[in-house]
């Protein structure tokens, strides 16, 4: 049984920063490709940041140079580090796992960016 498990999220002001952690069971972790997808209210799901087996990574535009993804294959887990956190980043953060035409989705950690 898969499970990807998302940690990290919660309520930050403008300027400030989060960890986000997902734990992923089931799968051979190493070699998938991880990523980050968020959900605003009343928006479609997004692509944030992803991340290949071999380490390459790729990120929204909107958030290039501010977050950052990274993975721990030993500890099959994925990290998003966000840092100068602004309001319109406030959504339910997903991890997902991808390979060909699989996905497993995790069921999102809530950030919200406020003063």
């Known amino acids: 049984q898969v499970q990807l498990v998302e940690s990290g999220g919660g309520l930050v002001q403008p300027g400030g920063s989060l960890r986000l952690s997902c734990a992923a069971s089931?799968?051979?972790?190493?070699?998938?490709?991880m990523g980050w997808y968020r959900q605003a209210p009343g928006k479609q799901r997004e692509l944030v940041a992803a991340?290949?087996?071999?380490?390459?990574?790729n990120y929204a535009d909107s958030v290039k140079g501010r977050f950052t993804i990274s993975r721990d294959n030993a500890k099959n887990t994925v990290y998003l580090q966000m840092d100068s956190l602004k309001p319109e980043d406030t959504a339910v953060y997903y991890c997902?796992?991808?390979?060909?035409?699989?996905?497993?989705w995790g069921k999102g950690t809530l950030v919200t960016v406020s003063a």
């Open positions: 997902n796992a991808h390979l060909f035409t699989v996905d497993y």
């Open positions: 089931g799968i051979t972790f190493s070699l998938w490709v």
């Open positions: 991340i290949t087996n071999g380490g390459s990574t």
